[in-house]
């Protein structure tokens, strides 16, 4: 079940504490500790928690074009970015559906592109095919890059313990970079949980020193893959391969704010977008709960509307914050006014279910 | 490593049978092993008393935060009682999967029937243990 898997610099701290490990994305990573998801995702809403989630991909970009090529690869704005910012972005077909959802971090002599592991050698592939005629230097930097989420309302107040930057001085969607825990890091105030919190970029060889700084008694409890997706689709953030794909476009995914058409730059997708816009889209993403008994909403599970089957769920399960089963699916334009009532297929029986407005949760930390 | 109590009858979907005081009725639930699998349990969907189950029956669905998993009737017999308390706390399985994590309670027709079932050294060499 492990052969051919990769291992992030923390797997022997997972394989000690007990994890679960399961592959995901060609790697071996902890699904959940003997905590459990949920008292892990409740850790991450009230306290602190930490992420192993150095499977994700990380492509430096280099070069005096660097900036116009990324701005040509993405479809948010780079020239929006001063150094020391990112963004929330995807890279796109030229059909204007996903290839990827992907963060993007501007220094002052580089770009960072951090991207999903699923689809890091499809992105690479993408990029170097765009390159021809640029003057800029891609990297795949990914194998000598650890990175941590530190995720949760104690979060800043642990990071800071371990470090000499002034952590409120880093806005949402900015970073520094400085010592934590004597290593050097790019410290971004991101996340994926909704909660206030620091993603820590840093070199393999400091992970033991890192992790065992953040991880312990009266510090940070270790968080799988498991509480990451159920913190995550709490608060309503995409999953590539569940919400979004090559068959979806950032406006039927909600995700119209991180297309820039007037950036002043052309880029891939840009034209049917353009016309997507212009036209409408047809469908939405649209997040669901069900009351029925019993039952929770999985990925896959056939969405029928009016006795017709109009999508799959995207992403589904138990939100343990609001102890209720909820999920996501595209649902037809005219349809996705929330109490709007639908009908999801599980196991062989129809159980009703009901649009809700995105996200489901709205109280965590974050700093927005 | 899970805990696999001698005293108790197993089948390879992880189901456990236990005697009760009633020579005729017996405990259904699912193993140690199996809930630290699946993780926290969310909800157990369990049959009407009065069910009759033939063995390998499905007679339930187990959702935990991150897998659904059905349930086998390990003896044929008649359903008599579901544990309720479950409907209110779920993480009963979790915590005391063979006491006060038990699903149904089973008439089973004859003692014979359980002797389809895998004793607790077979299930733990099952389970790779």
Not at chain 1, 218 to 237: C, F, H, M, Q, T
Not at chain 1, 304 to 322: A, E, F, H, W
Request: aromatic share 8%; glycine share 10%; hydrophobic share 40%.
């Amino acid at each position: 079940m492990t052969d051919g898997l990769a291992r992030t610099p923390f797997h022997a701290h997972h394989v000690a504490l007990g994890a679960k490990l399961v592959p995901f994305a060609g790697f071996e990573m902890p699904v959940q500790y003997p905590t459990g998801i949920s008292r892990e995702h409740e850790i991450v809403r009230t306290g602190v928690g930490v992420f192993d989630v150095s499977h994700m991909g990380e492509f430096e970009v280099t070069g005096p074009d660097r900036n116009a090529f990324v701005n040509r690869v993405t479809c948010n704005d780079v020239g929006a970015l001063a150094p020391g910012q990112a963004q929330y972005s995807a890279i796109l077909t030229d059909a204007g559906t996903f290839v990827d959802d992907c963060l993007v971090y501007r220094f002052d002599d580089k770009l960072m592109l951090v991207v999903n592991a699923a689809n890091a050698v499809k992105d690479w592939d993408h990029l170097v095919a765009r390159k021809a005629g640029v003057n800029v230097r891609l990297k795949d930097i990914s194998p000598e890059v650890a990175l941590l989420a530190v995720q949760g309302p104690a979060s800043e107040a642990l990071v800071q313990s371990l470090t000499r930057v002034r952590l409120d001085a880093i806005g949402y969607y900015h970073f520094d970079v400085g010592p934590v825990a004597g290593a050097d890091c790019f410290i971004s105030r991101t996340g994926y949980t909704g909660e206030d919190g620091f993603e820590l970029y840093f070199r393999p060889r400091s992970a033991d020193a890192v992790w065992s700084a953040l991880v312990g008694e009266g510090r940070a409890a270790p968080i799988g893959l498991g509480a990451r997706d159920s913190l995550r689709l709490e608060v309503g953030y995409p999953l590539y391969g569940n919400d979004i794909d090559d068959t979806t476009t950032p406006y039927e995914a909600r995700l119209g704010w991180i297309v820039k058409l007037d950036k002043g730059a052309p880029f891939t997708g840009k034209a049917a977008l353009q016309q997507a816009k212009t036209r409408g889209v047809r469908r939405k993403l649209v997040g669901f709960v069900t009351d029925a008994k019993g039952v929770i909403p999985r990925h896959g599970m056939d969405v029928i509307l009016n006795d017709r089957k109009v999508d799959v769920v995207r992403s589904g399960g138990y939100s343990p914050t609001l102890k209720q089963a909820i999920g996501t699916t595209y649902l037809p334009t005219h349809s996705v006014t929330p109490g709007t009532g639908f009908e999801i297929e599980v196991r062989g029986k129809r159980v009703p279910a009901s649009v809700v407005a995105l996200p489901f949760y709205t109280g965590g930390s974050v700093k927005r | 490593m899970s805990d696999i109590p001698s005293s108790l009858h197993y089948t390879e979907d992880h189901e456990y049978v236990r005697l009760t005081d009633d020579p005729e009725i017996v405990a259904v639930g699912i193993t140690d092993y199996a809930q630290g699998e699946l993780g926290d349990v969310v909800y157990v969907e369990l049959p009407e008393v009065g069910l009759s189950l033939t063995r390998m029956d499905e007679f339930g669905t187990i959702e935990a935060v991150k897998a659904v998993s059905p349930l086998y009737a390990p003896v044929p017999g008649e359903v008599v009682e579901i544990n309720e308390a479950l409907e209110g706390d779920p993480s009963l399985v979790n915590k005391d999967p063979y006491g006060e994590g038990w699903m149904i309670k089973v008439r089973i027709r004859t003692q014979a029937d359980l002797k389809e079932l895998l004793t607790a050294a077979d299930y733990q060499q099952h389970i790779g243990e």
